[in-house]
């Protein structure tokens, strides 16, 4: 019998934690693989204790509440569970629908910008410290793929796995997870 490590006992408290926020379970988020990457990359971007100040705050926050989450890095990890693609917190808010409509532009823009008073002071001596200026980035060649967001909308990602080629001519199915009442 193994003693289980420290890193081990963090990687599960991190998938717990997540499964608070994104709503889909524990054995949802391993089933992605994405779980070892994911935390390696939080605790890379926010540092030990960041991450740590983040688990620790209020899972039961609404996301969908503008406000959000009062800890803005549990944005950044619930869109790296759905997207695979890591934001810095400042960048983790809405995007201005504007910069990607307005003609001959496209791409997001940080709803904070950069420089601005608004974006939080990374601690002083956190591995995080340099990261105010890195680009969102796609944390593993498998983050798109597996990211929750073809679950969540009932589809696969495009041109990555099966039912395959002009598969998305047609909707999505919605499998009913409500318990059905019998009369």
């Known amino acids: 019998m193994t003693q289980e490590t420290s890193t081990e006992t963090e990687l ?4 717990k934690f997540s499964a608070t926020v994104t709503g889909f379970s ?11 990457d994911y935390h390696r ?44 693609v890591w934001y810095r917190p400042e960048q ?5 629908v504007a910069a990607w409509t307005a003609p001959g532009r496209s791409g997001g823009k940080p709803a904070v ?12 001596g956190s591995r995080a410290e340099g990261d105010r200026s890195s680009p969102p980035f796609v944390v593993s060649p498998a ?7 073809w679950r969540a909308i009932g589809a696969h990602p495009s041109g990555a796995k099966a039912p395959g080629y002009g598969s998305w001519a047609t909707p999505p199915a919605f499998e009913d997870h409500q318990e059905k009442k019998v009369p």
């Open 26 to 36: 524990e054995f949802d988020l391993w089933g992605t693989g994405q779980a070892e």
């Open 113 to 124: 910008p950069e420089g601005s008073e608004a974006t939080p002071a990374v601690p002083e």
């Open 143 to 149: 983050a798109y793929t597996e990211g929750l967001l």
């Open 92 to 96: 983790a808010g809405r995007l201005d």
């Open 12 to 15: 599960r408290a991190f998938v």
């Open 41 to 84: 990359t939080a605790v890379q971007r926010l540092g030990p204790e960041g991450l740590q100040a983040a688990m620790a705050s209020d899972p039961s926050a609404d996301p969908a509440d503008p406000a959000g989450p009062a800890d803005p890095a549990v944005k950044s990890i619930i869109k790296l569970w759905y997207v695979g």
